[in-house]
């Protein structure tokens, strides 16, 4: 279990830096949207299977997760081995299940959620899980 500070700042954002190795060794980072869920201590993030981030965490699963306060002085960073849900193949399909609850985490209530579903297989979306290994980082009194 990560320390409750950086919990609490991964829950009270929904934008972070996903890093991940690519091939060469140097680092890829992307800014991604996240949801966190406190009590798996799990950070989810929706990617198109054909992502440059996908193909590195199939390689290799090591990633880091970067987030900032709003005034960029507080942050955390969370070390973790990724796991990869199926991509999405059916509109009702375990993975459009978890992109959906991703979404409700991370945006609310969508306006039309059969069009969502079918946009989930059309994109070829999976669900990248990063499980809270390890963080650290600095987290100022609110």
């Not at 919990?7 to 991940?20: F, I, K, P, Y």
């Not at 963080?135 to 609110?142: Q, S």
């Amino acid at each position: 279990m990560i320390e409750d500070r950086f919990a609490g700042l991964l829950a009270r954002r929904r934008q972070g830096v996903l890093v991940t190795r690519r091939s060469n060794g140097w680092p890829q980072l992307s800014n991604v949207l996240y949801g966190w869920d406190p009590e798996e201590q799990i950070i989810r993030i929706s990617v198109t299977d054909d992502r440059a981030k996908t193909r590195n965490l199939r390689r290799d699963p090591q990633a880091s997760f970067h987030v900032a306060s709003d005034d960029f002085w507080s942050y955390v960073v969370v070390d973790g081995h990724a796991v990869l849900s199926e991509v999405a193949k059916d509109p009702h399909d375990a993975a459009v299940e978890e992109l959906a609850g991703l979404y409700r985490s991370v945006q609310g209530e969508h306006p039309d959620w059969d069009d969502f579903r079918a946009a989930m297989v059309r994109d070829k979306r999976l669900v990248i899980r990063v499980p809270a290994e390890r963080a650290y980082g600095l987290v100022r009194p609110t």
